[in-house]
């Protein structure tokens, strides 16, 4: 990488590479590593904090609650909002706000409703009937992260597609240090037909969820973000419940043909950079000049943001201005790095479209900033990170849903698939197997 950085917003450079360079591959590899599993440290201590919820229940969830939290809480029900309560919120809000909201949460509903899939059968010749059928998950658990900032988005991206689903009951825990609560989440929760809401957080509310306590209904399935605590207590518990995935670091990756305002792109880099330190923000052009350009805006744009000393630390450590050698060049990148968010910031995404295999999700051309789908564009925004997007996909209704396989055997059909069932049965050494299958062969 060239260009020497300090902690001045003055003389800040963007680290730049270029796949001609001899050390790229290492250089991207460095760039790219991210561990995000805990330490022993961590994952004995979110163990003593399951064991005690388990043990404990609703007393061990009010005591961590009030050590960690600093709430003065004397049960469970001082740690329980009621659906009356979000409703308030909800009508406590702005009108500008309310409007924003209602229509966030419409956009993400008609979209998570395309998604559902149906149940099918058909009927083979011999009458037997084969298919699926689709249900969804009786309790879903949502996970919303509190404390440094409050995320209505991550309500709406988490309950709305379990709602569209079908799932009967949806849990929101959520934490309120020092008993500060969010009247935007809380409203959110109101709009996304969230059914319990508990003031809890970390380790101890991801444990009541998996296992249940007097207080809290156990779920199926825990969804939604949160910190290291969190993400160790979900790896956990997957087994005993469901879990959406271990996310790590926000990420966006600009592809750019040279065509789009360099101040937009600037500002793209640092809508994911402004998340935490350890997000990442990446360009790739095969225009010198324009990175340039980007690079330059970047340099002017940095002292006017807010959280800039947080955009400068993520855009030093793990961020970067990568020229390439053209298009195709850029395609085999996108796809080795397997993007959580990729703006095709060209002239004719659609032309690059089928060569993207791996993103979590793809924003096409020019207009389409990144952040309109962290909000209010439809699809979800919880998606893989960390390079996972080459097995995973973004959440939707299908992660609060299962499928069954149906199975109807007509007389004519036990007969026919007994047999061969027969066959491979007395092959594997299961003889019940092969006399259970022969009892319906009608000789």
Same mark, same amino acid.
């Given at each position: 990488?060239?260009? &020497? ?29 991210? @561990? ?6 961590? $994952? $004995? ?120 689903? =079908? ?25 996304? =037909? ?82 935490? @330190? ?16 980007? @690079? ?88 893989? &990170?960390? =390079? ?29 698939? =007994? ?25």
């Amino acid at each position: 990488m060239a260009d &020497t950085l300090t902690d001045s917003a003055e003389t800040f450079k963007m680290p730049r590479m270029d796949t001609r360079d001899d050390d790229f591959d290492p250089l991207l590899e460095a760039l790219l590593d991210w @561990e995000g599993v805990s330490d022993a440290e961590v $994952q $004995q201590r979110v163990g003593r904090i399951i064991q005690d919820v388990r043990t404990r229940g609703d007393a061990a969830l009010v005591e961590l609650t009030r050590d960690l939290d600093r709430l003065d809480a004397d049960s469970l029900a001082d740690l329980t909002l009621t659906p009356e309560r979000l409703e308030r919120a909800f009508d406590s809000l702005p009108v500008v706000q309310r409007e924003a909201l209602s229509h966030a949460a419409e956009r993400i509903r008609a979209y998570h409703g395309h998604q559902k899939p149906e149940s099918w059968q058909y009927r083979e010749a011999d009458g037997t009937v084969l298919g699926q059928q689709i249900t969804a998950l009786d309790r879903a658990g949502i996970y919303v992260p509190g404390g440094k900032a409050a995320y209505p988005s991550s309500v709406l991206m988490n309950a709305i597609p379990a709602h569209v689903a =079908g799932v009967r009951e949806i849990v929101m825990v959520v934490p309120t240090p020092d008993g500060v609560l969010n009247d935007l989440v809380l409203a959110a929760a109101h709009l996304a =037909g969230v059914d319990h809401v508990f003031t809890i957080g970390g380790a101890q509310a991801i444990a009541a969820l998996a296992y249940g306590t007097e207080s809290v209904p156990r779920v199926d399935k825990i969804v939604g973000p949160g910190n290291i605590y969190v993400a160790t207590a979900k790896r956990a518990v997957f087994g005993q419940v469901g879990i959406d995935m271990i996310a790590g670091p926000s990420e966006i990756l600009v592809v750019s043909d040279g065509g789009t305002d360099p101040e937009w792109l600037a500002m793209d880099l640092f809508s994911q950079a402004e998340h935490d @330190e350890d997000a990442q923000a990446i360009l790739v052009s095969w225009d010198e000049a324009h990175l340039d350009a980007v @690079e330059a805006a970047i340099e002017r744009l940095l002292p006017t943001l807010e959280r800039a000393p947080v955009v400068r630390a993520s855009l030093r450590s793990r961020g970067a201005l990568i020229r390439c050698r053209d298009q195709d060049e850029a395609l085999a990148l996108v796809n080795r790095i397997a993007p959580e968010h990729l703006e095709l910031s060209v002239a004719d995404p659609e032309a690059l479209l089928p060569g993207v295999r791996h993103a979590g999700a793809i924003f096409m051309g020019r207009y389409t900033a990144e952040a309109l789908g962290d909000y209010c564009a439809g699809p979800n925004h919880v998606l893989p &990170t960390s =390079g996972t997007a080459r097995f995973s996909s973004p959440l939707g209704v299908y992660d609060f849903q299962k499928r069954s396989s149906i199975i109807h055997c007509s007389a004519e059909g036990a007969a026919t698939l =007994g047999r061969t069932a027969s066959v491979l049965a007395r092959g594997e050494a299961l003889t019940a197997h092969a006399r259970s299958a022969e009892n319906r062969i009608d000789e």
